[in-house]
């Protein structure tokens, strides 16, 4: 128990300092973040608008063709969330 107390303390020690040197720091990525998470919301917002037109828009699928380029449309407009976004943030 005696070692626990002494380790916690020393982490204490060591990382409060340079916590409290690093307030600015902190701050302007807090900011930064805020920023890219601004603009996450927006490309996704935008990324669903463009998929409900192409979904409301697309003409039901006659043949197994126009079916199959339909979905590759829409696979492609998804992807994109999956792809991008992480790469974004």
Not at 29 to 43: G, P, T
Request: net charge positive; with cysteine; proline share 4%.
């Amino acid at each position: 128990m005696f070692k626990m107390k002494t380790r916690l303390f020393f982490a204490f020690l060591v990382f409060t300092p340079s916590y409290i040197c690093a307030g600015n720091e902190v701050d302007s990525l807090l900011n930064e973040l805020d920023k890219i998470i601004a603009v996450h919301r927006s490309f996704s917002m935008k990324k669903e608008v463009r998929i409900d037109e192409l979904k409301r828009n697309t003409p039901p699928a006659t043949s197994l063709t126009s079916l199959y380029e339909r979905n590759r449309k829409l696979y492609k407009e998804y992807r994109l969330i999956f792809v991008i976004l992480p790469f974004i943030i």
